[in-house]
């Protein structure tokens, strides 16, 4: 199956209320675990390729290794760039075949923030490209993405912003962040601002960031291994799940794969410290990326048997 574009996705997620995981990838590892959980789950999928790991593994090993991971799983899947900081990255990923890119012009002003994203739209548009593009700022460290304090997002910008841009879907800040360090209380997501967003825009396909759970028991691994994540601390699932039921049609995860990954790494160099071939402590990584996709899309998206 082709690479597709999420408006289909999106269209039939809204409607029926769940989303679509749009999980980070940077190895082959990663893809693999991904795509295995989804083939077994019958759900489709969002790779998302943020600009950093484009850096790292470079574009064409990543369309590569896209390429083959879907000639062996008949399921719809979009290559997305996360968090494009300007046009010339998101032109260069348009050219090389990602069917999405997300422009984030969140840290500009308004009037600012509507002129990239338009840009980045009319190019996009006229090639059959989606666009994603945020409004509001949420905290937190991600790459080049860096705030030390939320900015939510104002309902009747979002309105304005998503028709002027002639964006696809936006990304909102209802109280996610970015990174494995979330909540220092109790964890709380702005749904009054959601569900008033959601009724001025409807059918119009909302994101989430900064949406990883941080399951404790792979913190509890971490550490227990050498690691030092102290009080690392998510959204809870049963949120997220919330919010897949109010317009949110795609919820991106990064962090929980990178932990799940790098406890399960800890945990066999510990207990194996004769160890040296890569293929011995990526095997379990990779399958702990798989289990952790699948409890993403039992638990949190709701998006099990919908293609």
């Not at 338009?118 to 490209?129: I, L």
């Not at 900064?210 to 690392?232: C, R, T």
Request: some cysteine; proline content about 5%.
């Amino acid at each position: 199956m082709p690479i597709t574009t999420p408006k289909e996705m999106f269209a039939r997620a809204y409607k029926e209320g769940y989303a679509i995981g749009a999980f980070n990838v940077n190895n082959m590892e990663i893809i693999q675990g991904i795509m295995q959980a989804g083939a077994e789950e019958r759900s489709p999928l969002i790779l998302q390729v943020s600009a950093g790991a484009r850096k790292y593994a470079g574009q064409v090993y990543i369309m590569k290794l896209v390429e083959a991971a879907l000639a062996e799983a008949d399921i719809p899947v979009v290559v997305h760039l996360d968090h494009g900081p300007d046009f010339e990255l998101c032109k260069a990923c348009i050219d090389g075949g990602f069917s999405s890119v997300m422009i984030d012009g969140s840290h500009l002003p308004f009037e600012e923030n509507i002129a990239v994203t338009k840009q980045v739209v009319d190019y996009a548009h006229d090639r059959g490209v989606w666009v994603e593009a945020e409004l509001g700022r949420l905290a937190g460290v991600e790459e080049h993405v860096s705030s030390e304090s939320s900015i939510y997002t104002d309902p009747d910008q979002a309105v304005e912003f998503a028709q002027r841009s002639g964006c696809d879907s936006l990304a909102i800040a209802i109280g996610t962040s970015h990174g494995a360090y979330k909540f220092k209380g109790e964890a709380k997501l702005d749904f009054e601002r959601l569900d008033k967003i959601s009724s001025m825009m409807p059918g119009y396909p909302l994101v989430l960031h900064g949406a990883s759970s941080v399951p404790q028991e792979f913190v509890a691994m971490a550490n227990e291994y050498g690691g030092k994540l102290g009080d690392a601390k998510g959204v809870p699932e049963e949120m997220l799940r919330q919010a897949a039921k109010s317009g949110v049609c795609k919820i991106n995860i990064d962090s929980d794969i990178r932990l799940a990954m790098t406890a399960n790494i800890r945990k066999y160099m510990a207990e194996h410290p004769e160890a040296f071939d890569p293929r011995a402590y990526l095997k379990p990584a990779r399958q702990a990326v798989k289990d952790m996709v699948q409890r993403k899309i039992r638990n949190v998206l709701g998006s099990s048997n919908k293609i």
